[in-house]
């Protein structure tokens, strides 16, 4: 069974059909002893970053803890963007920091957010993005950006280079939502539901 993480962040009902689609057991759940016995763990979020204050005010535990004992977890739009140490979006609010780095606001000569399709640019062998091509398109919507560092696995282009992909270990991130993005999003939660 996925523990699909409920924070009080929206999307979280589209992640749910999607990961059943590609036939998970999936449960929404604000419960931390469903988190500690899930087989893998899911965090989607769209909106502001200081809704992460609510998980880290009585999930972020159990969260931490199933993934210290090797749990697949993944981060979608603000959940990835949680795994690092913050953002500045809502400075007060900490991370995980389980990848370095604090999340920026897109530069001003760009429109902001960013929303639509974009392309990936694949930067390693990354488990969770095997079978889906170089140059994919996927869907985006957020405001803030996490840097490229050593465990970015995919690229995109927006006001520079930002990461559209994370992985390190058993915790994973996208910064584009894999429910919204075709056929490269279903193979996307394909490869996390068999981690």
């Not at 996927?138 to 465990?151: D, L």
């Not at 939502?177 to 279903?186: D, I, V």
């Amino acid at each position: 069974m996925i523990a699909i993480v409920d924070y009080g962040a929206g999307n979280i009902s589209s992640v749910k059909k999607a990961l059943e689609r590609v036939g998970a057991t999936a449960q929404v759940t604000s419960n931390p002893e469903v988190i500690a016995a899930a087989e893998r763990i899911a965090m989607p979020g769209v909106g502001h970053f200081c809704r992460c204050d609510a998980l880290n005010q009585g999930l972020r535990e159990s969260v931490l803890q199933a993934i210290t004992h090797g749990r697949p977890f993944l981060g979608i739009c603000v959940g990835m963007q949680w795994l690092f140490e913050g953002s500045a979006e809502a400075p007060e609010t900490p991370g995980a920091g389980i990848f370095s780095g604090q999340c920026s606001r897109f530069p001003a000569d760009v429109k902001s957010p960013h929303v639509g399709w974009n392309q990936i640019e694949l930067r390693g062998d990354s488990r969770l993005l095997r079978g889906v091509a170089d140059g994919a398109f996927v869907y985006f919507t957020h405001s803030y950006r996490a840097p490229v560092i050593e465990q970015t696995m995919a690229c995109a282009q927006y006001g520079g280079a930002f990461s559209a992909a994370v992985e390190r270990d058993n915790v994973f991130g996208v910064q584009f939502h894999p429910e919204k993005s075709g056929a490269a999003g279903l193979k996307i939660l394909e490869n996390f539901c068999a981690l």
